[in-house]
């Protein structure tokens, strides 16, 4: 079955500690994405890659960092820098450099919760 | 940069046509205009993209006016189960800077028997 896995479904992070949100995908696709959903509000782009070793910041950047080491992994790593990290993570990947013209396939989501 | 307007939520009941408006006054020439279908504690689905005049698919049709300042995206026959938002995007580009790459709010959709 091709598409997008995160994992874990649900993570919960103490103070001050950093975790990573897992995010693979075997569609061969270039450009990879991750957004925040906090509840009844849309999705906010976090962090995207358009190709292996490069990503770019999306809107809401701080507490998060990224790597992109492979071309199906993506992984997410919300630090100890953001304060306010409870929301439902999703990630994403389009087959080319990405844009808007190209269709996005989402993962199931992880969702994150402070304890 | 192409902001869009959808009505926040809209009610209707299984069997009905359902039409959901969106405005996007500065569009830009190169822009396309793409919805995307949410449930609840999923990612969101892509349903259908278009560029200008009408886009129709088995799941939906997508009409745009010649000014391509709002586009429609008509559900025929709704069931319970197309209770979900729906996403209009409007962009060429990423977001960070350039700020295309948006999902707003949405328009909450509930099908009722």
């Known amino acids: 079955d091709g598409g997008i896995t995160q994992s874990p479904k649900y993570l919960f992070r103490k103070e001050g500690q950093n975790v990573t949100l897992s995010c693979e995908q075997n569609l061969n696709h270039d450009a990879m994405y991750w957004y925040r959903q906090d509840p009844g509000q849309g999705l906010r782009l976090i962090y995207y890659?358009?190709?292996?070793?490069?990503?770019q910041k999306g809107d809401i950047a701080e507490g998060y960092s990224v790597s992109r080491e492979k071309k199906e992994s993506f992984p997410l790593t919300v630090t100890s820098a953001q304060k306010n990290p409870t929301a439902f993570y999703l990630c994403?990947?389009?087959?080319?450099?990405?844009?808007?013209?190209?269709?996005?396939?989402f993962g199931p989501g992880t969702r994150l919760l402070v304890l | 940069l192409a902001k869009t307007t959808q009505p926040i939520s809209m009610d209707s009941y299984e069997g009905q046509e359902v039409n959901i408006t969106c405005s996007h006054n500065n569009i830009a020439t190169n822009d396309y205009i793409t919805w995307y279908q949410q449930f609840p504690s999923q990612g969101p689905r892509f349903i259908i993209q278009?560029?200008?005049t009408k886009v129709t698919n088995e799941v939906a049709s997508l009409f745009i006016p010649a000014d391509r300042k709002s586009s429609t995206l008509s559900l025929p026959r709704v069931s319970l189960s197309d209770t979900a938002v729906y996403y209009c995007?409007?962009?060429?580009?990423?977001?960070?800077?350039?700020?295309?790459?948006?999902f707003g709010k949405g328009t909450k959709l509930s099908v009722k028997p």
């Open positions: 890659s358009q190709i292996v070793n490069d990503f």
């Open positions: 995007l409007v962009g060429e580009g990423y977001g960070g800077s350039q700020g295309n790459l948006i």
């Open positions: 278009g560029y200008k």
């Open positions: 994403a990947s389009s087959m080319g450099t990405g844009g808007m013209k190209e269709t996005q396939y």
